[in-house]
């Protein structure tokens, strides 16, 4: 007899919640979205929609309407009143019987929450510490895929090292990004951070602080950072969707220049914002 346990309760598989059949328990079996809102407007909402539709195809995950998407984000948006709101969204492949390889014609499965964007007024005020940590993902960084358990090691890592995120080293030594972020570092009046590749996420808000940079005349270099680099910057930040631009005033215990937020980043986080006012 096939059978399953949930808590102390055994019951037939075939009467199991196809809940907790979700290939995305089992397998990471899925791609997801987060973005936010500014003062009652979803920011960036068309560019976030045509990454997941690239995520999803990347995995193979087929039939997705892409228009009932923005309209499910539209009307939770709507129906949740919240001005300044983070919307976190993923469709996984289906739910079925353990296996790994899938059955055609799953039905995939959604799942929506909202709740309201962090204030992150004090980070930007003082800036924040972060640490280093192998890079211990995948090597299709490019899918915003569920399978981020490398990430969460790395994060509570930093955490538990009274540091705000963790900066990912890759195996030859070089940074590729946050945990959650992408990571900058500003040389003069230009700044650097890693070309987009495989083991990079094409972060939408990387594409604004691009944008903002070129708008401010500033330099921009897409090349690979060492720590060491990072420790010599004049100026450190990370940029994350829910948050925006958020300075980095220590990096591995070693502040950064005089250890405050620099005037670059203050100008870029003032030019970012330019993009989220109607």
């Not at 990454?51 to 995950?61: C, K, P």
């Not at 972020?181 to 094409?202: D, K, W, Y």
């Not at 969707?241 to 870029?268: S, Y």
Request: aromatic share 8%.
């Amino acid at each position: 007899m096939d059978l399953a346990m949930v808590g102390d309760r055994i019951i037939p598989l075939d009467s199991l919640d196809p809940v907790y059949l979700d290939r995305g328990v089992f397998f990471g079996d899925g791609v997801y979205e987060v973005l936010r809102s500014y003062g009652g407007r979803l920011f960036a909402l068309e560019e976030h929609l045509k990454r997941f539709e690239r995520s999803l195809a990347a995995v193979y995950i087929t039939g997705i309407d892409i228009s009932t998407i923005r309209d499910r984000v539209m009307r939770a948006f709507e129906q949740a009143q919240l001005a300044d709101a983070k919307i976190y969204f993923h469709i996984t492949r289906g739910s079925d019987r353990r296996n790994h390889v899938w059955k055609p014609d799953l039905t995939p499965n959604f799942l929506l929450t909202i709740s309201p964007a962090p204030d992150s007024t004090a980070e930007k005020a003082a800036g924040i510490a972060v640490c280093t940590h192998p890079d211990w993902r995948w090597k299709r960084c490019d899918i915003k895929s569920l399978n981020l358990l490398a990430n969460v090691l790395a994060r509570q890592d930093a955490e538990n090292r009274g540091c705000s995120e963790a900066i990912l080293i890759d195996e030859a030594g070089m940074i590729t990004e946050g945990s959650s972020s992408a990571f900058f570092a500003v040389f003069g009046r230009s700044i650097r951070t890693a070309p987009l590749t495989s083991n990079i996420l094409p972060s939408i808000t990387r594409q604004f602080v691009l944008k903002a940079a070129t708008n401010l005349g500033m330099g921009l270099i897409e090349q690979s950072l060492t720590p060491q680099d990072a420790k010599t910057a004049d100026e450190l930040f990370i940029a994350v969707t829910t948050k925006d631009i958020i300075p980095v005033v220590k990096f591995d215990g070693k502040p950064i220049a005089d250890g405050k937020p620099g005037p670059i980043t203050k100008a870029l986080i003032d030019g970012f914002r330019k993009f989220t006012i109607p």
